[in-house]
């Protein structure tokens, strides 16, 4: 008579078990200070990179400015329309 009791605990336990595995996966693990650390630098890293990167858009944007060859060779005829 003990076999239903056992069977039915075992399936009751094996439920439980099923149902809470993808809750306890779901949870982040916590971070380490390593991980903290790495993650603190890569993002330092990426700043600076930004940073070298805007100046050098910055100063290739201020030579386009200044910078025309043909500027002073080339003269319009005074009666043009252009």
């Given at each position: ?14 439920l ?44 290739t ?15 319009t005829?005074?009666?043009s329309?252009?």
């Open positions: 008579m003990r076999m239903p009791y056992v069977v039915r605990s075992f399936a009751a336990a094996f439980i078990a099923v149902l809470l595995t993808p809750a306890s996966h779901a949870q982040p693990f916590p971070e380490s200070d390593r991980q903290k650390a790495e993650e603190a630098r890569k993002k330092a890293e990426e700043k600076a990179t930004d940073e070298a990167y805007k100046a050098t858009l910055k100063h944007q201020d030579v386009k400015k200044t910078v025309d060859p043909w500027g002073n060779s080339r003269t005829p005074p009666g329309n252009k």
